[in-house]
Structure formats: structure tokens, C-alpha cells
């Protein structure tokens, strides 16, 4: 796993059920440390473009990640266009 890996995270709450209500898709945005966590963005839903979180990425614990194989949720231009845009807004 590494930055803009798309994938799904999947609650303790909902047993592995990938199709669960609250499960969520998203991608790395880079792995804490410890190797335990990644830091995440999330999108609203699973069909829309529109991140859930703008302003931070959100620590997931990577026990709860599983990598989202093709098809993908979102294509990867459209997120390594994203992370362009993030990091670029940390460097201001």
C-alpha cells in the first residue's frame, strides 16, 4: 500500500461485509509510522468525486483497509490529480 492506493475500509462493526451500509472508499494518502495506520481521504459516497474531508486525512487503522481491486470506485488520474492538488495546498 502506498500513496493513492484506492481502498475500502471496512468497520470492525461489519464483520467483513463489504457490502455493508458503512463501509467506505477512499485512498492512502500516506502510512503512519507505527505501520499500523494510514492516513486516508474518503469520498462522500462510492459514485460521487466529492471528498467527505477537505481539510485532513482521516487515521484508519490499516487492520480495516483492504485494497479495492479494478474496477476501481474512481479513476486513478482523478486521485493522482487530487493528491497533486492537497499537497500542493500543504506547501502554501
Known amino acids: 500500500m502506498?500513496?493513492?492506493t484506492q481502498i475500502i475500509y471496512v468497520p470492525s462493526h461489519c464483520e467483513g461485509d463489504?457490502?455493508?451500509k458503512d463501509v467506505e472508499y477512499g485512498f492512502i494518502m500516506k502510512i503512519d509510522n507505527s505501520g499500523k495506520y494510514a492516513f486516508?481521504?474518503?469520498w462522500?459516497?462510492?459514485t460521487t468525486h466529492v471528498l467527505?474531508?477537505?481539510s485532513t486525512s482521516e487515521h484508519t487503522p490499516l487492520a480495516n483497509i483492504v485494497v479495492q481491486?479494478?474496477?476501481y470506485s474512481h479513476k486513478g488520474r482523478q486521485i493522482d490529480r487530487i493528491i497533486k492538488d492537497?499537497?500542493?495546498m500543504l506547501d502554501q
Open 86 to 88: 492537497i499537497m500542493f
Open 69 to 71: 481491486t479494478p474496477p
Open 44 to 46: 462522500r459516497d462510492s
Open 18 to 20: 463489504y457490502e455493508h
Open 40 to 42: 486516508c481521504r474518503y
Open 2 to 4: 502506498q500513496k493513492g
Open 52 to 54: 467527505r474531508t477537505t
